[in-house]
């Protein structure tokens, strides 16, 4: 059984940056794509980003590129998700996510195998 634990979530205010982390651990690391999620209060959840097994391919949600990036290191069997300029729309419950199959960069989240609980990001204006 895979399992997934973000943390970084906090309070930050517009224009400033924040880094969350997402440590797996049951399986080998190298073995999925990786992907950042987000759900907002009363809105479905949305695809941020999401990074091959060897960080060789990746892709943004429109609204988060230039903004965001994700990166990997399968050593400490963990994803990153750097945001820098936050606005308060990105306000949400950030959720990582893990796809068994290692090359795919897919924004659909029911392509993806297993979830962590999630850390919420509040940005104030």
């Known amino acids: 059984q895979v399992q997934l634990v973000e943390s970084g979530g906090g309070w930050v205010q517009a224009g400033d940056s924040l880094s969350l982390s997402c440590v797996a651990s049951?399986?080998?690391?190298?073995?999925?794509?990786m992907a950042w999620f987000r759900q907002a209060p009363g809105k479905e959840r949305e695809f941020v980003a999401v990074?091959?097994?060897?960080?060789?391919?990746?892709d943004y949600a429109h609204s988060v590129k230039d903004r965001f990036a994700i990166s990997r290191d399968n050593a400490k069997s963990t994803v990153y998700l750097h945001m820098n300029t936050l606005k308060p729309e990105d306000t949400a419950v950030y959720y990582c996510?893990?796809?068994?199959?290692?090359?795919?960069?897919?924004?659909?989240?029911?392509?993806?195998?297993?979830w962590g609980q999630g850390t919420q990001v509040t940005v104030s204006s």
């Open positions: 996510a893990a796809d068994f199959y290692p090359l795919r960069v897919t924004r659909m989240a029911s392509e993806y195998d297993y």
């Open positions: 049951g399986h080998t690391f190298g073995s999925f794509a």
């Open positions: 990074i091959s097994w060897n960080g060789r391919s990746t």
